[in-house]
């Protein structure tokens, strides 16, 4: 495959700019069909909202849903699409045309996936920060197929933690997100509609309940998930009973010179 992996559509450029999609993202509603994935990604996140950032870079940006979460002096965008007012276009060979320590934060959301090469894009966020500078991000461990317009890759708790330390960072903490139970219930009501029985066998009478049952309303299961699995939601540590997650969060830090 070549780089034209990185010639997105306009009709891209336009979804990631939608008031609608983006308000999904800062703020999750139980009634969104995504709400509880989002929801814990923001949760993630929050706990940066009170740092102060000089440069924060927007890396993949997209309609930039998370920029009102951070306090920055010096907001910058860069994508690999004109997504309206960005400071940076992201090169085809995945470079960003910034001078090396600029930035004392890099911000990545949902984005990894989709590059064409991790260790380029990670490199580039790892030159761009200054020393003591930090990088959050998050990206999936399973999920659904979800081409922007590409998407090639997902990962595990140890082969995030490679990909960001062979680059150089240091690792200092990592979630995961929407763990267990909380994921796995998620992942059934996604597919739910698309499994079919007949009223004939007993199979198929508990699809017809199921779906005439309170189950079915997102707002009403999301509430509930969101009591009974409150703990699923993100999970430091290698704890016991979280080997299924639906998204991965992690911070790592550019080491400072000694």
């Known amino acids: 495959m070549g780089t034209s992996a990185f010639i997105q559509?306009?009709?891209?450029?336009?979804?990631?700019?939608?008031?609608?999609?983006?308000?999904?993202?800062?703020?999750?509603?139980?009634?969104?069909?995504?709400?509880?994935?989002?929801?814990?990604?923001?949760?993630?996140?929050?706990d940066y909202s009170g740092?102060?950032?000089?440069?924060?870079?927007?890396?993949?940006c997209g309609g930039s849903p998370y920029r009102k979460l951070f306090k920055a002096r010096n907001y910058i965008r860069a994508d690999y699409i004109e997504c309206g007012q960005i400071d940076f276009v992201i090169s085809r060979d995945g470079i960003i045309g910034m001078s090396d320590d600029t930035c004392d934060g890099v911000l990545s959301t949902q984005v990894l996936e989709h590059v064409y090469s991790p260790r380029i894009y990670l490199s580039e966020a790892f030159r761009v920060l200054r020393p003591g500078g930090k990088l959050i991000l998050t990206t999936?461990?399973?999920?659904?197929?979800?081409?922007?317009?590409?998407?090639?890759?997902?990962?595990?708790?140890?082969?995030?933690?490679?990909?960001?330390?062979?680059?150089?960072?240091?690792?200092?903490?990592?979630?995961?997100?929407?763990?267990?139970?909380?994921?796995?219930?998620?992942?059934?009501?996604?597919?739910?509609?698309?499994?079919?029985?007949?009223?004939?066998?007993?199979?198929?009478?508990?699809?017809?309940?199921?779906?005439?049952?309170s189950f079915c309303t997102p707002q009403l299961r999301h509430k509930w998930m969101d009591r009974q699995f409150a703990n699923n939601r993100a999970v430091f540590g290698n704890q016991p009973g979280h080997g299924i997650y639906l998204a991965l969060g992690i911070e790592g830090i550019k080491p400072k010179s000694e």
């Open 9 to 46: 559509p306009h009709a891209v450029a336009e979804t990631l700019n939608e008031a609608e999609y983006n308000r999904q993202r800062f703020s999750p509603d139980p009634k969104d069909d995504y709400y509880v994935h989002l929801s814990d990604v923001r949760m993630f996140l929050e």
């Open 140 to 213: 999936h461990g399973i999920w659904e197929d979800h081409g922007c317009p590409y998407d090639f890759r997902r990962w595990t708790h140890d082969g995030l933690c490679r990909e960001l330390e062979e680059v150089g960072f240091q690792v200092r903490r990592v979630a995961r997100l929407t763990t267990g139970p909380r994921a796995v219930i998620f992942l059934f009501s996604q597919i739910i509609g698309q499994v079919h029985d007949t009223r004939r066998h007993l199979s198929g009478w508990a699809l017809w309940l199921l779906r005439r049952s």
């Open 51 to 60: 740092e102060p950032f000089d440069a924060l870079l927007d890396y993949g």
